[in-house]
């Protein structure tokens, strides 16, 4: 229950115009742009879902080409990780991280402007290819050479696109690190940062050391078609397997960098509706950073049916059940937050509880997958799409959600429709097991990942699946509706927002001023993390 | 009363059973829910293990759930419930740090038995050695001089074409059928080698237990031992390009004898296609074959009215080459080019000038010449 | 968006801020650069 202290009004102006966006250095513009590119992308990403989704509805082709089917699988995934959740991510990070640590802005202000921007950019030259000779890119997100050397015109447009992400999200990455290491007011020591911005800085370590690698992979692969070179092509002296151990080296850290910040969110989210400290701060920093560095010896997981020694499979193994310890001490932790608390249900709450649940079962299928013998029946079929789709919908999506109605009043001043949100909620997080719970049945089963057809004995949970999905899908127009009914206008949100709501973020007012904490406010113990 | 997790398990479990009782039998459902125990001793233990570590999750997330349900229910505020301000216990935090650890070792010792069972490729009794291509399996039994090529049967391939009209319900094992099936004798340790032609491809049955990666340039070794006659189908389990979901595998496991009886007529017959390939063939005769061959190796890509598929797949049908010179339309079928294989690693003589005779003469192709394999056989 | 008056504490922060982002930039080039390298 703080007063709000600082106003710094006097020169609260704000460019006019595109200008205003176009040539931002503003924090919190910049993070809202980052939201909204986040939401569109999310939606194309899920228009092509629901393509896969109507095609998989009965058994037979009926509405698009085996290879169009095929590009939808590819740019699906492709848009949702590096278009919806990743650029979502940054989006929170710029909005929260300075006005956590008591910053007036991100450190590198014209850099964080440029790091948004690229993002059309790629983002164009990606979907274009659909436009082109040979197609959209349609041999999987993951790229795997000789099959994505068979893309028509469109290989260096893919490329680019994922250099240009890459420069993107390892900008951004620089610029967290800058500005949480430099510009903290004085008496934010890095123990009593909030858990959001732990989780940012070491997801902005993991990009600066894995984002480089992607970028060399695929690098590889416009040279081995382009220039002559072949680094995976048996023919040449080379190894279509090496690429698969670049990209997951990459790939791995990556879905850590994806579901880190979720996890930060959480940590805010958890405590302030249990009206009670994160439970185990330090633990939960270790944890973090423990997954973090474990995720770097772990990559070949993916890869547990390629042919590799024996050595190398049962290496890769103990380390991947490794992974669990450290992400099981997080789960604890949070629960014993919740324990003994005095909880109330608003719909961040609701999210971040969704994600405990679900992000648990993900969790639970990961570690059956890590067991090498058992993962030749699992790998590539349904129980690996199930599984990741577990962890990354109702774990990441909801994770961020969860963070977009929790800061919702902070950015706008106005308190969100809280029926709306709650049938947002519920409705979500029914159809998302409808959707996704069903694959481990047809995975084990026997259907196999990326068809566009199969025997008709999947077909009845196929059609239970695309339902849940449609409804899913129109359900995340809720969101849409309460984002825009919210800048509308609504119930005026206090400062604090949030009865158990602490940190330094809640002392400003809702919505807070164009320029924040330009004189660095005072810290102690009591204004610090929950 | 606020809504929480207990309501909203028993929401889902209602939705999810309304969809189940509706429309076809329970039955349907439950065929379709687990791993198949398969029929050799490594399918036994991957099952086996399996099952361990599913009930292991499932009992800890009971354990986790339920104590997060009667969290929610019972510290509410709704209910009077007073925050406690405790944030840390060491106790606990190790607790929950070595029990898992513990859990941990438990399952990596019988994971590590399997995966050691499953590694020894040695003392085989025969060899098999799977190629994948773009969009089919070819197969060679190395001590037998076997060699053919497998491909989605012929009813499953008219029905999964765009505007069919065919209900894949009335095609009988519906993209799970071949051609050619892959015969084996249960009770004999086979070595299977996997690789590619093109691109990477995934040899999965079920089954047998595991599955492995078919990549070009290199050879992967694995080993089965089929306990149980019977059929057995899978499918190409790496994405391979637009066909990728129809190309499976089908294995027929017989008693040693009938295998011994197959391996003789497969040789008789790779002798009297040898011999076809000396004698002259009639126009008729090379155009009804060629029409098979086509269907069932060229269709995928060149389409059934040769017309290919726009920005992939040239056209045969007015194509320069179909409709130049019949030695320039040999060397591009024998050796392939781009995307397509070189068929003269995949097809005999008899075969090639077949279908190349019944391109040249359809879809309006006006050369109308015939191409005999003895020409074939002169080319290669 | 000129430097509206940058007092010379913030210099310096701004300083500090470039230098950092310096470093980080040029590791993650490092390994790009030194990936290429390795493979080549």
New interface residues.
């Given amino acids: 229950m703080y007063e709000a202290v600082l106003h710094d009004d006097h020169h609260d102006h704000k460019p006019t115009g595109i200008g205003r966006w176009l040539f931002s250095t503003n924090h919190k513009d910049i993070g809202t742009m980052y939201l909204v590119f986040a939401l569109i992308m999310f939606f194309v990403g899920g228009a092509m879902s629901m393509v896969i989704r109507a095609e998989l509805f009965q058994p037979g082709i009926q509405y698009v080409d085996p290879q169009f089917y095929n590009s939808m699988v590819t740019v699906h995934a492709l848009v949702m990780i590096f278009g919806a959740l990743m650029p979502a991510g940054v989006g929170l990070a710029n909005w929260m991280i300075p006005m956590m640590i008591g910053a007036p802005d991100m450190a590198l202000p014209r850099m964080n402007n440029m790091s948004f921007w690229i993002l059309p950019f790629a983002f164009t030259l990606l979907l274009s290819t659909f436009f082109m000779q040979g197609g959209a890119p349609a041999g999987g997100w993951t790229m795997y050479p000789p099959l994505v050397l068979q893309l028509g015109d469109g290989l260096p447009y893919l490329v680019f696109a994922v250099h240009f992400l890459g420069i993107s999200s390892i900008m951004g990455a620089i610029n967290i690190i800058a500005t949480v290491f430099n510009m903290r007011a004085p008496g934010m020591t890095f123990m009593r940062l909030p858990l959001f911005v732990w989780t940012w800085i070491i997801t902005a370590f993991l990009l600066i050391a894995a984002m480089p690698v992607f970028a060399g992979a695929v690098t590889m692969l416009l040279t081995d078609k382009f220039f002559g070179t072949a680094f995976f092509d048996a023919a040449g002296g080379g190894d279509p397997v090496m690429f698969q151990h670049i990209f997951w080296f990459f790939g791995h850290p990556e879905v850590y960098i994806l579901v880190l910040p979720a996890f930060g969110v959480v940590s805010q989210i958890i405590p302030t509706f249990s009206r009670k400290p994160l439970f185990g701060y330090t633990s939960m920093v270790y944890a973090t950073a423990s997954i973090a560095f474990l995720s770097f010896f772990v990559w070949a997981h993916h890869m547990f049916t390629v042919g590799m020694p024996l050595t190398g499979e049962l290496f890769f193994m103990y380390a991947t059940m490794a992974i669990a310890v450290p992400t099981g001490v997080k789960i604890f932790n949070w629960m014993a937050t919740m324990w003994k608390g005095s909880m109330t249900f608003e719909t961040p709450m609701l999210f971040a509880i969704g994600l405990l649940f679900m992000f648990s079962i993900g969790g639970f299928t990961g570690l059956m997958m890590g067991i090498t013998p058992v993962d030749f029946q699992y790998h590539d079929t349904y129980f690996i799409v199930a599984h990741f789709h577990y962890v990354i919908v109702p774990g990441i999506i909801f994770g961020i959600i969860g963070g977009i109605y929790f800061w919702l009043p902070k950015w706008t001043g106005n308190m969100y429709d809280e029926k709306l949100g709650k049938l947002h909620f519920w409705l979500s997080a029914i159809s998302v097991n409808v959707l996704f719970f069903p694959m481990h049945f047809i995975g084990l089963a026997g259907m196999p990942r990326r068809i566009p057809d199969y025997n008709v004995q999947f077909a009845d949970w196929n059609a239970i699946i695309s339902l849940g999905g449609f409804v899913f899908g129109l359900s995340q127009l809720i969101l849409v509706w309460v984002v825009i009914k919210c800048v509308r206008g609504g119930e005026k949100a206090t400062d604090q927002v949030w009865e158990g709501a602490h940190g330094l973020e809640w002392t400003l007012p809702s919505p807070p001023p164009f320029h924040t904490f330009t004189t660095p406010p005072e810290v102690t113990d009591a204004t610090a993390h929950s | 009363m606020p809504v929480d997790k207990l309501k909203k398990i028993v929401l889902g479990v209602t939705t999810v059973s309304l969809f189940m009782m509706s429309g076809t039998a329970l039955a349907d459902y439950m065929n379709v829910l687990n791993l198949t125990e398969g029929v050799t001793p490594t399918s036994k233990m991957v099952y086996d293990l399996h099952m361990i570590i599913l009930y292991i999750v499932t009992a800890i997330g009971v354990v986790v759930f339920g104590v997060m349900c009667w969290s929610i229910y019972h510290h509410r505020k709704s209910k009077g419930a007073v925050a406690e301000q405790f944030y840390h216990s060491t106790a606990a935090e190790i607790t929950w740090t070595v029990i898992p650890i513990l859990i941990l070792v438990l399952m990596a010792i019988p994971a590590t038995k399997a995966l050691v069972f499953m590694e020894q490729t040695g003392d085989a009794e025969m060899t098999l050695k799977v190629t994948g291509l773009q969009w089919k399996w070819k197969y060679d039994y190395l001590d037998e001089d076997i060699s053919f090529i497998s491909s989605l049967a012929q009813d499953s391939n008219d029905a999964r074409q765009m505007g069919s009209g065919i209900d894949p319900n009335t095609v009988e094992n519906y993209l799970l059928d071949v051609d050619n099936y892959v015969v084996l004798p249960i009770k004999t340790k086979i070595r299977i080698l996997t690789t590619a032609a093109d691109v990477i491809h995934g040899w999965w049955v079920p089954a047998l237990g595991w599955k492995r990666d078919a990549i070009p340039g290199f050879i992967n070794d694995n080993w089965t031992y089929i306990e149980e006659p019977g059929v057995y189908r899978g499918n190409c389990a790496e994405l391979c390009g637009r066909d990728h979901g129809f190309m499976p595998i089908v294995i027929n496991a017989v008693p040693k004898a009938e295998y011994a009886v197959w391996v003789e007529e497969q040789k008789a017959v790779k002798l009297a296609a040898a011999a076809g390939a000396d004698r002259e063939w009639t126009k008729e005769e090379l155009l009804e074959k060629g029409k098979a061959v086509y269907a069932a190796n060229c269709v995928a890509c060149h389409m059934a009215e040769g017309q290919g598929l726009e920005g992939l797949f040239p056209a045969l049908k007015g194509s320069a080459i179909v409709n130049g010179p019949a030695s320039e339309m040999i060397m591009q079928v024998l050796n392939g080019k781009n995307m397509m294989p070189a068929f003269k690693d995949l097809l005999n003589d008899v075969d090639i000038a077949a279908a190349i005779t019944h391109e040249r003469n359809s879809w309006g192709n006006t050369v109308a010449d015939t191409v005999q394999p003895s020409d074939i056989k002169a080319a290669r | 968006?000129s430097d509206d008056g940058q007092n010379s504490a913030e210099k310096e922060?701004a300083k500090?801020?470039?230098r950092?982002?310096i470093i980080?930039?040029l590791?993650?080039?490092g390994?790009?650069i030194g990936?290429?390298l390795f493979?080549f």
């Fill in positions: 968006m922060l500090k801020n470039i950092l982002a980080l930039g590791i993650a080039a390994f790009y990936f290429v493979y």
